[in-house]
């Protein structure tokens, strides 16, 4: 073998070295983000209020917040699960504070990753029930479980109905909440409105992709650390 030869070799295993450096420590990076706002909770102030728009949005906030930002998320998508982990504890002390109210767009592209086929939409449907009691802090104590502690595997997992409906007494959702969860009465207006949330994030960020957060017309990174401090100090 020719010296020329060995030396192109030994290039080309110093790049795939360096290669995977860089991708370990992207990776350690982004595994050791830490949780914003750790030990505040779920929203409690009572003055916060849920809202649940004709359209299917459920707005989560005091009535006077100087912000209002759009977050489209599907129950099933983990990545949506470690936004509310980092950053949910930090959003909810701002909407406590009246520095931001939350619009939550919910969609259900990810359906088919359900064993039941079906739990996005009927998560979907939960949030709905529990939102259109208007109890704030109910709502966020649910929203908060069912996209962390409780949130389903993709590819098998899946919540029963009154399993859901579980989650929301725990929250200190109303019977009629819960009833509406375990009958299943809002799913049908929860399909249709998944499905316009899907078109509106499409026609805000060009694909549908969860989680994706946007302030007026612009996206917001949600892999900066400060982001929430940044939209909302």
């Known amino acids: 073998m020719s010296s020329r030869t060995t030396y192109a070799l030994g290039g080309v295993a110093l790049l795939v070295i360096v290669l995977i450096v860089v991708l370990v420590v ?14 505040y909770g779920p929203v409690h102030d009572p003055a916060v209020s849920a809202l649940l ?24 998508c983990p990545n949506c699960g470690s936004l509310e982990h980092l950053y949910g504890q930090q959003i909810a002390q701002k909407i406590d504070e009246g520095k931001l109210a939350v619009r939550y767009r919910l969609v259900n592209f990810l359906d088919p990753k359900s064993a039941g086929k079906d739990y996005s939409t009927r998560a979907v449907a939960a949030n709905e029930c529990v939102a259109d009691a208007g109890d704030g802090p109910a709502y966020a104590k649910f929203h908060t479980a069912l996209f962390t502690a409780k949130q389903p595997s993709e590819d098998g997992g899946d919540l029963s109905n009154d399993q859901l409906a579980a989650i929301a007494k725990d929250a200190g959702a109303s019977t009629e909440a819960q009833q509406c969860i ?19 994030v499409k026609a805000a960020v060009g694909q549908v992709r969860t989680p994706t957060v946007v302030d007026g017309t612009t996206e917001i990174d949600v892999n900066d650390a400060g982001w929430v401090g940044k939209i909302a100090p």
């Open 53 to 76: 728009d004709s359209d299917g949005a459920i707005v989560l906030g005091k009535p006077n917040a100087a912000k209002t930002i759009d977050v489209y998320e599907d129950p099933m």
């Open 26 to 39: 992207r990776w350690n990076s982004d595994h050791t983000l830490k949780v914003q706002g750790d030990g």
């Open 182 to 200: 375990t009958k299943g009465q809002r799913v049908d207006s929860a399909r249709n409105h998944a499905q316009a949330a899907m078109a509106a």
